[in-house]
């Protein structure tokens, strides 16, 4: 399937993370060795122009296309290690560099600096286009910048580590990652901190649900935290044999996923895992003896894609044991993501090679 449905290509080293454009019209992936590239989503052998129908049987048939890809739009490279980056308008990113300037990238691959500059390499960045504002970190200290303008610091007075930042989805709020910790400050107007919570573990990823009302962030070590907004309050959900180095929500099934475990980790908002991991537990695909990496949920059905160590990649229904078996085997996968319209599944690996996988419209019904 992944032969039939997938335009890949191939990068000098690990594909480190990926980011849809906002207007989804373009895949940003980026690189261990610091170099980003580009494709676009507009594909002249796309798998509906190789659906045939046969006229006696009414069998459906996808042929193999007959040219390569339009290869990818590459870029210098930004750092020595993979450079953070964000969407930012409609079709086009914001990069942070290890001379600790952000820079502009537009979908041709144009670059262009802004306004916006610190002292030391930029470990982290995220934007809301709700507010137009953008937050960088230069693994210790957090920076604010409004429509790339001005740079103020967030005066946390903390010392330890930064490198894990998540805009809420109405841009109101920014949950910083702090040590064995998280922090959530008011952005709108002056930046307060509003609270701090202690974890036994450094956080590696922040996801906000789609409401804003929960908090999920992927530990280095013991799992994951998950935060009520409204009431402050926390848990630990442990036991996972791996690091969670992905958490994610899904809106139409009410779930949040994790990775980490040898089967997709799932639970229903109704019954949250704030009193241990056995509540509201959703079983997702199957159970075998390779670790999930990496998890996407589809924005607008209840299904999940899952990346494995070896190179396995599936689709889900969440909270069923049916899957669709997307790629076989191959390098193991690091970054996966959906597009907004939810009929392309991007997708990175270890060696190098990253995808678009196009699913036809009837595949998903």
Wanted: overall charge negative; aromatic content about 6%; some cysteine.
């Amino acid at each position: 399937m992944f032969d039939l449905l997938a335009r890949s290509w191939r990068r000098p080293s690990a594909i480190a993370d990926l980011c849809f454009s906002a207007d989804g019209s373009t895949v940003a992936f980026t690189s261990v060795d610091g170099t980003l590239a580009l494709a676009a989503i507009a594909d002249q052998e796309s798998p509906e122009s190789r659906i045939r129908v046969s006229g006696d049987l009414g069998q459906t048939t996808i042929r193999p296309r007959e040219r390569p890809p339009v290869p990818l739009i590459a870029s210098a490279g930004f750092g020595d290690g993979d450079a953070p980056l964000a969407s930012h308008l409609d079709s086009s990113f914001l990069i942070g560099t290890a001379a600790g300037k952000v820079v502009h990238l537009t979908a041709d691959g144009e670059v262009a600096e802004t306004q916006i500059k610190i002292e030391g390499p930029i470990v982290a960045i995220d934007h809301s286009a709700a507010t137009a504002m953008t937050a960088i970190s230069d693994g210790r200290d957090v920076f604010l910048s409004s429509n790339l303008g001005d740079v103020t610091k967030l005066e946390s007075g903390a010392t330890s580590s930064t490198d894990a930042l998540a805009f809420s989805p109405g841009g109101r709020r920014l949950a910083c990652g702090l040590g064995n910790g998280l922090s959530i400050w008011a952005v709108e107007g002056p930046a307060s901190l509003i609270r701090d919570f202690a974890f036994p573990a450094r956080p590696t990823s922040i996801r906000w649900s789609g409401d804003g009302a929960w908090l999920a962030s992927g530990l280095e070590t013991g799992g994951f935290a998950l935060i009520n907004i409204a009431d402050g309050l926390s848990g630990i959900i442990s036991g996972f044999p791996s690091p969670v180095r992905t958490v994610c929500w899904s809106q139409p099934a009410n779930a949040l996923l994790a990775s980490g475990a040898f089967r997709i980790a799932g639970w229903s908002m109704i019954a949250p895992p704030l009193e241990g991991e056995s509540a509201g537990a959703l079983e997702t695909g199957r159970a075998g003896l390779v670790l999930v990496e990496t998890l996407a949920a589809h924005p607008e059905k209840k299904l999940v894609a899952a990346g494995y160590a070896d190179g396995r990649i599936t689709v889900a229904q969440i909270g069923g044991r049916d899957e669709l078996l997307v790629r076989h085997l191959g390098s193991g996968v690091t970054a996966l993501a959906w597009s907004g319209d939810g009929r392309h599944l991007a997708a990175g690996m270890v060696d190098g090679t990253a995808a678009i996988i196009t699913f036809p419209a009837q595949m998903f019904k």
